[in-house]
């Protein structure tokens, strides 16, 4: 099973348990469509072998499992209700069950005083769903779980953390070539990280202190470059994405050059290039585009209103009239107090990095909602903001 998952403020990948859920959404099984954890249960054996060391392993404490987990697999394999069993799925999903109810499931099996059901830690819950699914990937007749990330995180997805290694699964990182250089070496996070870490002289911080000094030597030490495409690599890419683009939009695209090739043209560069000019010729016909490349220079600053966004918390700041603003989690609002002389609507901005699709705020519009404020108009015109519970 593989799963690509895509790194974004709703999928920081510091947060192991929305990078689990991220997981699971985004795997595929090979020859299977649909949700791939419900097809990795119903393609288990309950009388296999696999299935019963599985069983073994996960009620045993050496496994570093809650309760809930064997329980789980107990009523999966002895319930016949097809709604249970997609509650089960769910919560080998990463969804929350009461655990009322599971000890109602379990009282139906006469199992009601077998299975603790012990709390379970929010930190640990995501590590033990690694742990679990991936013993369920095997059991269920796969080699294992591959994780394709797109930007490198500390090194306990990498296995090597010593106690936070997975059997069956496998995580390959994506990273820029110069990020060791701009990031460790130039802004000195190697030492400066650590060093912020352990001033709070607390186990936790310790703790994530010496998984990010492994993390970093790993970015700095054993890191793999990528073999360039050579011209044959190229032909047979542009002809799969010429076959799909015709495929997605019925006409048979004109063949196109590989364009200039160097060594510092990547393969983000060539695909966009190829796509680009397949979408302008099925447009305009009579078009001939020429597109010329310009090298985008990535940058590693950081954001500290984006920091506490992460968080969850709220950046502040002033308007040109020197009346507070809020930044919310997509849009910062500029809005003026009633005490304001300025008599312009709020201003929705969207904030840098990624942020939802550009929305409209009607210049006269007696009030617009954001995901956690609303604007008013008070009756002398003037705005004025007042909070509301946020929905997100």
């Keep these: 099973m593989c799963s690509k998952i895509v790194v974004s403020k709703e999928t920081p990948l510091h947060d192991p348990d929305k990078l689990y859920r991220a997981a699971i959404q985004a795997a595929v099984v090979p020859g299977k469509r649909g949700s791939a954890l419900t097809e990795i249960a119903f393609t288990l054996d309950l009388e296999s072998q696999a299935y019963r060391d599985l069983a073994a392993w996960a009620g045993q404490t050496a496994s570093g499992l809650g309760s809930r987990f064997p329980a789980s697999l107990f009523i999966f394999e002895r319930t016949r209700d097809e709604e249970i069993r997609d509650r089960i799925i769910s919560f080998w999903g990463g969804d929350p069950i009461d655990v009322r109810q599971f000890r109602a499931w379990l009282r139906d099996q006469g199992e009601a005083a077998t299975y603790r059901l012990e709390r379970i830690g929010k930190k640990d819950l995501p590590h033990q769903h690694f742990n679990f699914t991936s013993r369920l990937i095997a059991a269920a007749g796969y080699a294992g779980w591959v994780l394709l990330v797109d930007e490198l995180e500390l090194a306990r997805w990498a296995g090597r953390l010593r106690g936070q290694r997975v059997p069956g699964l496998v995580a390959v990182f994506a990273i820029t070539q110069d990020f060791a250089t701009l990031v460790l070496q130039q802004r000195n996070d190697l030492e400066r990280v650590p060093g912020r870490l352990r001033v709070a002289e607390n186990d936790a911080d310790s703790a994530l202190a010496d998984a990010a000094e492994v993390g970093m030597r790993l970015i700095e030490r054993d890191r793999v470059p990528l073999s360039p495409p050579d011209l044959r690599d190229l032909d047979r890419l542009r002809e799969q994405l010429r076959q799909l683009h015709g495929l997605a939009y019925g006409w048979d695209p004109p063949a196109l050059d590989t364009g200039e090739r160097t060594t510092s043209t990547s393969m983000r560069q060539y695909v966009r290039r190829w796509i680009n000019e397949w979408d302008l010729f099925r447009l305009y016909p009579d078009y001939r585009p020429s597109t010329v490349a310009e090298r985008l ?28 603003f809020v930044t919310t989690r997509t849009w910062r609002i500029w809005a003026p107090r009633a005490s304001c002389a300025s008599s312009a609507p709020p201003v929705a901005r969207p904030t840098s990095g990624r942020s939802s699709p550009s929305r409209p705020v009607a210049s006269r519009s007696s009030w617009c909602t954001t995901r956690s404020r609303r604007h008013t108009r008070s009756s002398g015109g003037r705005p004025t903001c007042a909070a509301t519970p946020s929905a997100a």
């Design 297 to 324: 220079e990535i940058a590693y600053e950081e954001d500290p209103d984006l920091e506490r966004l992460a968080d969850g918390g709220r950046a502040g700041g002033r308007c040109p009239c020197r009346s507070p």
